[in-house]
Nanobody, 115 residues
Framework: QVQFVESGGGLVQPGGSLRLSCAASGFPFETYVMSWYRQAPGKERELVAS????????NYADSVKGRFTISRNDASNAVYLRMNSLLPDDTAVYYC????????WGQGTQVTVSS
C-alpha cells in the first residue's frame, strides 16, 4: 500500500527558511520521479518541484525557482524540500507524490509564512 508522510512545516516569518521531509513506502521509490505539491486555501493543488532518478535533474515552478531546493535519499525512501526566502504567498499545505502520481496522498504539512 502506497503511503506518503510529510513533516517539517510550521509558522515562519517572511524571509525565513524551512526544510520539509517526506517518507514514502509501498512502491519502488528509486525508480520514480518524486515531486512536491502545494495547495493554498481556495486554490488548486500545484506542482512545486520534481526530482528525477538518481537526482540527475530537477524542475521547479517559476514562483519558487532560486529559493527552493528539492533533494532525495533513495536509501531511506525520502524526498526533501529546502525552502529559503519564504514569502507569504508560499503559505499552503505541502504534499509529496511520485510521477506518475499515485491516487493516495498523505496528510500534508502546513507551511504558514506570516509576520
Amino acid at each position: 500500500q502506497v503511503q506518503f508522510v510529510e513533516s517539517g512545516g510550521g509558522l515562519v516569518q517572511p524571509g525565513g527558511s524551512l526544510r520539509l521531509s517526506c517518507a514514502a513506502s509501498g512502491f519502488p521509490f528509486e525508480t520514480y520521479v518524486m515531486s512536491w505539491y502545494r495547495q493554498a486555501p481556495g486554490k488548486e493543488r500545484e506542482l512545486v518541484a520534481s526530482i528525477f532518478r538518481y537526482g540527475l535533474r530537477t524542475n521547479y515552478a517559476d514562483s519558487v525557482k532560486g529559493r527552493f531546493t528539492i533533494s532525495r535519499n533513495d536509501a531511506s525512501n525520502a524526498v526533501y524540500l529546502r525552502m529559503n526566502s519564504l514569502l507569504p504567498d508560499d503559505t499552503a499545505v505541502y504534499y509529496c507524490n511520485a510521477e506518475p502520481r499515485f491516487t493516495s496522498w498523505g496528510q500534508g504539512t502546513q507551511v504558514t509564512v506570516s509576520s
